[in-house]
């Protein structure tokens, strides 16, 4: 008889590829993560794992397990959840994942609410300028901004960010204003990586019209937070939030450059990993940003995309 506490530590040594690590993310000895495996590799009669003094892989078996390991543990997960959760208010912990900016800027004040509706229910919130994997990761939501992915995760539209181009009065006092968008190769552009690496284009839309400007960035950075704060403190030209820009720009700490040009609105998701019903504490944290998440409030709140 497998025992499931085994297969959860034994998909946390196959992701990470470490007992180490492992031990680490589960809050229990190395000795303990090892002799969980021993005893899974025993009940399976086969060896999951290749070790030796420099890394852990897996044996065909271990891929084959592994692939299938972590469907087994969201299900059981689930159900137990969906169980316990009947007929009673939310418990439990809940992990959400999601962007710096958009954990500092609006989760910071959406999850006071939320936790005071749900006072059973521990928030463990993860920031970070890469896109966290789910079901790795033991995420159970998280906050996508941008194009989705075709990941096979299921997501509810939460609303779309409007962003604006926009410098700083000392860098264009510095530099000039920009005559044209074309003339946008000669200036210091501060922007993101993209998905696979090389940085993102800017695309402008006017009417029919649409322009491609793709200029290597003088910054690079993964964090449209950190993107915001560079571009008023005078680094170069870059592409903000409209909720962020617009009180800086009504300020005077932003000059918004090329008003009559366009750029895409990006959409903001909240996303899961499976298509089964929700737990408790996982649907009211969609149904609370879903309410959330009104037009013309907070992250929504752009006077400038009228």
Same mark, same amino acid.
């Given at each position: 008889?497998?025992?499931?506490?085994?297969?959860?530590?034994?998909?946390?040594?196959?992701?990470?590829?470490?007992?180490?690590?492992?031990?680490?993310?589960?809050?229990?000895?190395?000795?303990t993560?090892?002799?969980?495996?021993?005893?899974?590799?025993?009940?399976?009669?086969?060896?999951?794992?290749?070790?030796?003094?420099?890394?852990?892989?897996?044996?065909?078996?271990?891929?084959?397990?592994?692939?299938?390991?972590?469907?087994?543990?969201?299900?059981?997960?689930?159900?137990?959840?969906?169980?316990?959760?009947?007929?009673?208010?939310?418990?439990?912990?809940?992990?959400?994942? +999601? $962007? !710096? /900016?958009?954990?500092?800027?609006? &989760?910071?004040?959406?999850?006071?609410?939320?936790? *005071? @509706?749900?006072?059973?229910v521990?928030?463990?919130?993860?920031?970070?300028?890469?896109?966290?994997?789910?079901?790795?990761?033991?995420?159970?939501?998280?906050?996508?901004?941008?194009?989705?992915?075709?990941?096979?995760l299921?997501?509810?539209?939460?609303?779309?960010?409007?962003?604006?181009?926009?410098?700083?009065?000392?860098?264009?006092?510095?530099?000039?204003?920009p005559?044209?968008?074309?003339s946008?190769?000669?200036?210091?552009?501060?922007?993101?990586?993209?998905?696979?690496?090389?940085?993102?284009?800017?695309?402008?839309?006017?009417?029919?019209?649409?322009?491609?400007?793709?200029?290597?960035?003088?910054i690079?950075?993964?964090?449209?937070?950190?993107?915001?704060?560079?571009?008023?403190?005078? +680094? $170069? !030209? /870059?592409?903000?939030?409209?909720? &962020?820009?617009?009180?800086?720009?009504?300020?005077? *700490? @932003?000059?918004?450059?090329?008003?009559?040009?366009?750029?895409?609105?990006?959409?903001?998701?909240?996303?899961?990993?499976?298509?089964?019903?929700?737990?408790?504490?996982?649907?009211?944290?969609?149904?609370?940003?879903?309410?959330?998440?009104?037009?013309?409030?907070?992250?929504?709140?752009?006077?400038?995309?009228?």
């Amino acid at each position: 008889m497998l025992d499931l506490n085994d297969l959860r530590v034994f998909e946390k040594v196959a992701s990470l590829r470490s007992f180490a690590a492992a031990s680490r993310a589960l809050e229990m000895p190395k000795s303990t993560v090892s002799r969980s495996v021993g005893r899974l590799e025993s009940a399976l009669a086969t060896r999951l794992f290749q070790r030796n003094t420099r890394e852990v892989g897996l044996t065909e078996a271990g891929l084959l397990l592994q692939e299938r390991c972590a469907d087994i543990l969201s299900r059981v997960n689930e159900t137990v959840d969906h169980i316990s959760g009947l007929g009673a208010a939310p418990r439990g912990t809940l992990r959400i994942s +999601a $962007g !710096i /900016g958009f954990g500092v800027n609006v &989760l910071s004040e959406q999850l006071p609410e939320f936790v *005071r @509706l749900f006072p059973d229910v521990n928030i463990k919130l993860e920031l970070s300028g890469q896109s966290a994997d789910l079901i790795g990761d033991g995420i159970d939501a998280a906050i996508h901004v941008g194009p989705m992915p075709d990941s096979g995760l299921i997501a509810f539209k939460l609303g779309s960010l409007s962003r604006h181009l926009c410098a700083s009065p000392a860098y264009l006092e510095r530099r000039g204003v920009p005559a044209t968008l074309k003339s946008l190769t000669s200036y210091d552009r501060v922007e993101t990586p993209g998905r696979k690496g090389p940085p993102r284009p800017w695309t402008f839309r006017r009417g029919g019209e649409t322009l491609t400007i793709n200029a290597h960035p003088r910054i690079c950075v993964n964090d449209a937070l950190t993107i915001h704060r560079l571009v008023v403190n005078g +680094a $170069g !030209i /870059g592409i903000i939030s409209g909720y &962020l820009c617009a009180p800086d720009i009504a300020a005077g *700490r @932003l000059v918004r450059l090329f008003p009559e040009w366009r750029l895409d609105a990006l959409e903001v998701n909240v996303v899961f990993p499976s298509r089964r019903e929700l737990s408790p504490v996982v649907r009211a944290f969609v149904d609370f940003m879903r309410d959330a998440s009104k037009p013309g409030a907070l992250w929504q709140d752009d006077p400038l995309s009228g």
